[in-house]
């Protein structure tokens, strides 16, 4: 049995004004197809989650808060989600126009690189969107760091001042420190990242023991196995709690249009004085943007990638208006 406490439940009550304990409230540790693995003050239960047989209208997540019941002919049900304070979603790679949340109910984002293999700075860009979009810090994590620091990963230093960087070492506890810094009780922590980055290697680390399984990634090529095959919420001995996830090799955006605003931030300072409210920042007149690309105040390799992010941001919108126009 655990305390709800330690499941971040006081820090809920502080976000969710109409949340209130009970004894039939408990949070989804793992989504399997239809049923769901829920930690409750009683111990760990497995409820009925699907549409057809569950009460609920919203599909629970791993990281929400749910109300379960126990039905005499079925066993027990989520019968509903409490309300989420926020959650990461990225776009449905399954689908063309659909969202997935992939966790609710998070503080924090770890986007978790590896020292063993490139760093992407478009990639980063777009799962640190995806943490603004969610409302939720964060932070940098270099893994594997006894195989060296990439020059790339001094780079981030300039290109994301505002977001905390840790290089860890499990072999050699580099950062340790710090992300049990990260780690506060009542605080939940979500890892991001391709398969082979070292995420399930890093849960076991804080969790002092072999919580998730993990495998050795190919040589030719530094990919993971996927070990991680569902999202799954831990709780760490010196407190907090860690989502770990599945690789992520898309990362499709999901009403994205604040989160891009907040990670280019100096973009989005400088397009409030274009002329123009409607400035792509490309061919305009008196573009502010532009004029501190000419300046040497924005990469124009960054604008580009900004540019790229907004143009998809905003066919998802057209895309969608054009659907619920059809359904009209």
């Given amino acids: ?26 949070r989804v540790r793992r989504v399997d197809r239809g049923e769901v693995d829920v930690l409750t003050s009683d111990g760990e239960i497995r409820a009925l989650s699907d549409s057809q047989r569950a009460k609920s209208i919203t599909a629970p997540v791993t990281g929400d808060w749910v109300k379960v019941l126990k039905d005499p002919e079925q066993g027990y049900v989520v019968e509903s989600v409490l309300p989420r304070y926020s959650q990461i979603v990225r776009r449905d790679p399954a ?25 992407n700075l478009a990639r980063i860009e777009r799962l640190l969107v995806v943490a603004a979009t969610g409302d939720a ?37 580099e950062g340790k420190s710090d992300l049990e810094a990260l780690l506060t009780p009542n605080q939940t922590l979500v890892l991001l990242g391709e398969s082979g980055v070292g995420k399930s290697t890093l849960v076991n680390y804080l969790a002092g023991q072999e919580m998730q399984e993990t495998k050795e990634v190919r040589l030719k090529d530094r990919k993971g196995r996927h070990t991680t095959t569902a999202r799954e919420m831990i709780l760490i001995p010196t407190g907090g709690i860690i989502i770990d996830t599945p690789g992520i090799r898309g990362v499709g955006l999901w009403n994205a249009e604040k989160g891009i605003d907040r ?8 397009s ?32 580009e990638r900004y540019q790229r992010l907004v143009e998809e941001a905003s066919e998802q919108t057209e895309i969608r208006n054009r659907q619920n126009r059809k359904l009209r």
Avoid at 99 to 117: C, E
Avoid at 280 to 287: D, F, L, N, R, S
């Fill in 263 to 270: 990670v280019f931030h100096s973009i989005f300072e400088a």
């Fill in 137 to 173: 810090k964060a932070v940098l994590i270099l893994s594997k760091s006894d195989y060296g620091t990439p020059a790339e990963w001094r780079d981030l230093d300039h290109e994301f001042p505002q977001v905390q960087k840790i290089k860890t070492s499990s072999f050699s506890d």
């Fill in 1 to 26: 049995m655990v305390s709800l406490k330690k499941l971040g439940w006081e820090n809920y009550r502080n976000q969710v004004i109409e949340g209130s304990l009970s004894d039939d409230i408990g």
């Fill in 272 to 303: 409030q004085k274009c002329h123009f409210n409607d400035c792509t920042h490309k061919a305009e007149p008196h573009c502010a943007v532009q004029k501190g690309v000419s300046e040497g105040h924005i990469y124009h390799e960054k604008l």
């Fill in 95 to 119: 689908e063309i126009e659909r969202p997935q949340i992939l966790a609710t109910n998070v503080d924090a984002v770890a986007i978790v690189l590896s020292a063993d293999r490139p760093i």
